[in-house]
Structures are given as C-alpha cells and as structure tokens.
C-alpha cells in the first residue's frame, strides 16, 4: 500500500528536507583533499542537532553512523572511516533526517577537483538523471515513466544504471512502497496521485554495474572496480507538479 500524504505532512516532511539540505551542502563545503570521512561524520552530526533533527540512519538495522560516505567504486552505503579524501575522488553523501514523526532522505555525489573527466561525465549524467527523474514525478503519470526516463537517459550517454538498489516511497517510514527502479520494467506500475512521496536516487556507474558487498556488509561496490555516482532527492507528486522536498 502507498501512503498519501496530507498537505500539513508534506509540510513538516519539507521542513526536514530543508534540513537535509543544509547537512549536504555544509558537508559538501568540507569535502576537500586531507578530510577524513570521520571529520565529516562528525559535522553532519553536528548540523542535524543544530536543526532539530534526529538523524534516521544511526541505529537503522544496525547502521553505525548518520551519513553514508561513498568513495569512487563504492556505490551506496559506505561507512564513515579515518580514510582522508584525495585528488580526484569523487564522494557521495547521504543523509536522513527524522522530523516529528517524518523522514527524509537525500544525498548528492560531489568532486574532488581535479578529477578525470569521464568520471566528471558521469556526475553530470547523474545529476541530470535524477532532474529527470524528478520531472516524471508527476499526478497521472505511472510509476515505471520514471526508471524508463532515467535509464533511457542514462544508457543514452554511455553509462550503466545500477539495479541492485532502487528508490522508495517515504514518510512515517525511511523505506515505504513502493520501490522506485531505475531502469524501465515490465508493465506501468501504480498511478501516480498527489500525496505520494518518493526518494528518487539513480545510481549510475561507468562501466558494468555489477554489485559487490564489502565484507563489512554494508558498503556496495562496483564489481570490476569501476566509478559509481549518487544524487537522490525526496519528491511530493502535487497537483501543481512534482515537489522537491529535499532541496535548499
Ligand atoms: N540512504 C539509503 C537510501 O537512500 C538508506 C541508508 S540506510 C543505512 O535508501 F542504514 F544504510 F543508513
Ligand atoms: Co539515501
Ligand atoms: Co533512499
């Protein structure tokens, strides 16, 4: 079942995406060559205490921190460490916040200057698949318009999307129906109706997308080794058009 949310919902879930953004855009500011993703961890902390928040991911079956922290060929989940940053790395970083009684959950991928330009290509590619996304995420449309927009999108430019993990519906829980491929699947899926509210998040790799786990049971990698990027944002299907929860 797909929950609807009512507008003073949608509201309070806005409230919380503000705070997300500001953890993303904080942490992203911070990012820089010498930067252990603990130092990070640890800002992020800060920044969703200083906004009233509660952070979702800590705790969520036995996660250990409040960001996932994802270098190069890690593709989602990665665990804060004492690794520092370098020349050329790419990061994702995800959060989820808890705000009376909601969650949200956002992440952006960004560069580590300078980086190869492929790998840039590909946060690009990335990005724009998530706009795309978020285009698709409207009253009227079905749900599959929007991993057949992403992957047409994705695959259009040379680049692999990810199928391992998909999007989801959230609320009152940090996973909720439905799943949110990115990739075209069999059949339309659920109408799309205000109310709903999806985290899109195309995770796009350079070459395969093969999956692998790290022995830490958490962080996914490309399996050949190869780059992966990440954005993902929290979208409200209003009858006005698709609404960015999660942006600043
Ligand atoms: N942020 C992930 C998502 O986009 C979920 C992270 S759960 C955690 O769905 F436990 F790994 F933090
Ligand atoms: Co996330
Ligand atoms: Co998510």
């Known amino acids: 079942m797909i929950v609807c949310k009512s507008a003073a919902e949608l509201e309070k879930m806005r409230a919380a995406g503000q705070i997300g953004a500001r953890v993303l855009a904080q942490v992203a500011a911070h990012a820089a060559p010498g930067v252990s993703l603990l130092e990070l961890e640890a800002l992020a902390e800060k920044e969703i205490a200083a906004g009233k928040g509660e952070p979702a991911f800590k ?3 036995g996660y250990p921190c409040v960001l996932c922290t ?5 593709i989602v989940h990665g665990i804060p460490s004492e690794r520092k940053l370098r020349e050329g790395d790419i990061l994702s970083i995800d959060v989820g916040i808890k705000l009376e009684g909601f969650y949200v959950d956002t992440a952006t991928t960004v560069l580590l200057e300078p980086v190869a330009p492929e790998v840039k290509t590909l946060v ?3 990005r724009e698949a998530l706009d795309i996304a978020v285009k698709q995420a409207r009253a009227g449309n079905y749900l599959n318009d929007i991993g057949k927009a992403v992957q047409q999108h ?7 999307v990810v199928r391992e993990f998909v999007g989801h519906g959230i609320g009152t829980q940090l996973h909720e129906e439905p799943q949110v491929p990115n990739y ?12 709903m509210v999806l985290a899109l998040e195309p995770m796009v790799t350079k ?14 990698v490309v399996a050949d080794g190869g780059h992966a990027a990440h954005f ?6 209003t009858q006005n058009g698709p609404w960015v929860l999660t942006e600043a």
């Open 232 to 237: 993902e944002h929290c979208v409200a299907v």
């Open 70 to 74: 994802s270098v190069n060929e890690e």
């Open 207 to 220: 070459g395969s997308p093969a999956v692998k786990m790290r022995p830490d049971r958490w962080t996914a």
């Open 184 to 195: 075209a699947t069999p059949g339309r899926g659920p109408k799309l109706r205000p109310g």
């Open 124 to 126: 690009r590619v990335t």
């Open 154 to 160: 994705v695959e259009g430019a040379g680049f692999n």
């Open 59 to 61: 705790g969520y079956r």
